[in-house]
């Protein structure tokens, strides 16, 4: 076993051990698997190998000169339609802009009124009240004082509170 230090040697290839058949023996192809692309070869050596078959392909057709692409059809079918769709909605913005423009003063208007009703709403319940017990601002109101008295840090607090 080398030291970690040391390089190791390359690694031992182990081939497989071939058949020695008759030195005469012509490639011969088996029938062909479930799949359509692969085939089995026994090589003159006697192996047999199976892998995938490259079936030659067929190159692109061209494209004849003068034929318009796929893509310049779509695009040019799509333009006008794009194009209809957009005047459309200018149109339609046209005929709704004077009632969107009636919408927007409706709902300023009714803002308006909220905010006015938050205002008024305790402004009058007051004038209401002030009507009702019929005073002007003079009557009378209870006052509450309070005297509280304690000695030293810890002392203990005594007080009386008086209803006027």
């Given at each position: 076993?080398?030291?970690?230090?040391q390089h190791?040697?390359?690694?031992?290839?182990?081939?497989?051990?071939?058949l020695?058949?008759?030195?005469s023996a012509?490639?011969s192809?088996?029938?062909?698997?479930?799949?359509?692309?692969?085939q089995s070869?026994?090589?003159?050596?006697?192996?047999?190998v199976?892998g995938y078959?490259l079936?030659?392909?067929?190159?692109a057709?061209?494209?004849?000169?003068g034929?318009?692409p796929?893509?310049?059809?779509?695009?040019?079918?799509l333009?006008?339609t794009?194009?209809g769709g957009?005047?459309?909605?200018?149109?339609?913005?046209?005929?709704?802009?004077?009632?969107l423009?009636?919408?927007?003063?409706?709902?300023w208007s009714?803002?308006a009124l909220?905010v006015a009703?938050?205002?008024?709403?305790?402004?009058l319940i007051?004038?209401?009240?002030?009507?009702?017990?019929?005073?002007?601002?003079?009557g009378?109101?209870t006052?509450?004082?309070?005297?509280i008295?304690?000695?030293?840090?810890?002392?203990?607090a005594n007080?009386?509170?008086?209803?006027?």
């Amino acid at each position: 076993m080398p030291y970690p230090e040391q390089h190791p040697g390359p690694p031992a290839v182990h081939y497989p051990v071939p058949l020695h058949p008759a030195a005469s023996a012509p490639l011969s192809t088996t029938a062909p698997t479930g799949l359509s692309a692969v085939q089995s070869v026994q090589l003159p050596d006697g192996r047999i190998v199976t892998g995938y078959t490259l079936a030659p392909t067929a190159p692109a057709a061209a494209r004849p000169v003068g034929s318009v692409p796929a893509w310049a059809k779509t695009t040019a079918l799509l333009a006008p339609t794009v194009g209809g769709g957009t005047a459309a909605a200018g149109i339609g913005l046209s005929y709704a802009a004077p009632g969107l423009i009636a919408m927007s003063h409706a709902l300023w208007s009714a803002a308006a009124l909220v905010v006015a009703a938050v205002i008024a709403v305790p402004v009058l319940i007051r004038t209401a009240r002030r009507a009702a017990t019929g005073s002007n601002g003079g009557g009378s109101t209870t006052h509450i004082t309070q005297n509280i008295s304690a000695t030293g840090l810890f002392g203990r607090a005594n007080g009386t509170i008086n209803h006027h």
